[in-house]
């Protein structure tokens, strides 16, 4: 019977054990789907507003999008990564490896980035269209959205195809 102290897990329990990292994974992977979507979307709004030199009031609410995606959407997707990531990659043993360590760290600057797109659309109010504050701020949107996007290439290139190896039934124990 397995499950007592001393014994080891049957191949089936430990198929079991390890389906649910997998699964969690899998679940952020398809959040992460949906949020390139939409920061694509928001990206190519961006770009077409700096380009066409669009009214200080469009590009307001542009901006005013994004941050409300990044608070309503890509905040609390930071925060579910965090609690599911960080455990996987400590039980996997992968916490000691620098690349790792730094796509992690990735997930802290989010909030900030987000008081500085807040304070920048404070300034672009109070300016009134000031063309130059008008691109720099758009200068800000493009940016947190370009570090969101390299974030999540590299959580799907780097930091879970090797949380999945790591934490593969079939791999060999090291012990």
């Known amino acids: 019977m397995a499950g007592r102290k ?43 507003l700096s380009v066409k030199r669009a009214e200080t009031a469009v590009v307001i609410s542009v901006l005013e999008s994004l941050h409300a995606f990044l608070a309503d959407h890509v905040q609390p ?24 360590r730094a796509i992690l760290a990735g997930d802290d600057g989010l909030a900030k980035k987000c008081r500085q797109l807040q304070r920048a659309l404070q300034r672009l109010k109070r300016e009134k269209g000031e063309r130059e504050t008008v691109q720099q701020v758009i200068a800000i949107g493009e940016g947190i959205i370009e570090v969101i996007v390299e974030h999540v290439h590299r959580e799907e290139q780097v930091l879970f195809p090797r949380l999945e190896e790591a934490l593969s039934p079939s791999r060999p124990s090291r012990g």
């Open 6 to 48: 001393g014994e080891r897990p049957s191949v089936s329990s430990q198929h079991e054990i390890a389906e649910e990292p997998h699964a969690g994974i899998e679940t952020l992977r398809e959040e992460h789907r949906a949020l390139l979507k939409e920061l694509r979307r928001l990206d190519r709004s961006l770009a077409r």
């Open 77 to 100: 997707h930071m925060l579910r990564e965090h609690e599911t990531l960080h455990p996987l990659v400590k039980k996997s043993g992968l916490s000691r490896e620098p690349d790792i």
